[in-house]
């Protein structure tokens, strides 16, 4: 057991029965030329949580802790996207049209895969869905229950988006999760603010918020 120094209070964890969760670190998302930029965003503000985000994911498999990566992206035929999710933003380069970095958010295009610093090692399983929550539409739900996994220290992009809409989906399944700040990034610095205040606020009512700083302290010291 380990506990880490968070907001509202220390986070408890047993190394055994908890994952790390690497949301969406795409270049699609991350880096320039990618859905990101196209939806008219500053990506560089995305770049900040890769550093952070990969001292934990070593430490992490230092002390052989589950790691699950996510990214959001659909088949070719785009038959699991639905239309609306296509339609909206009247974009002129949206999910499914040619971008810098191959097909916008389509499964198997450059752009569609992880950032090479925090790439996926073999045996880290990597759940594709459709949608902004992780747990909608994939097989997370039983790949974490077949692991007798209960916690989750989750890192990832962007923070009110897909981070939000997955650790609110797995505090309704029974998952206690620690946000990580520093490992968390949106391209705006007020939703950033606002959706790791609503985490943690009214006691927890999602989850935890600490650093990975923090967070790495009380991984030495896991026993
Ligand atoms: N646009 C935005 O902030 N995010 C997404 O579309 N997906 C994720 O957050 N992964």
Known sequence: MAAVNAEPYEFEFDPKTTALVMIDFQRD????????????????????????????????RARALMVIHTREGHRPDLSDCPPAKKARGRLTAGIGDPGPMGRILVRGEEGHDIVKELYPEPGEPVVDKPGKGAFFATDLDSILKNRGIRQLVVCGVTTEVCVNTTVREANDRGYDCLVLEDCVASYFPEFQKAALAMVKAQGGIFGWVSDSKRFLEALATAR
């Open 29 to 60: 998302f991350v880096d320039p030329g990618g859905f990101g930029e196209a939806l008219g965003n500053d990506v560089s503000l995305l770049r900040r949580a890769v550093p952070p985000a990969e001292r934990v994911l070593k430490a992490a």
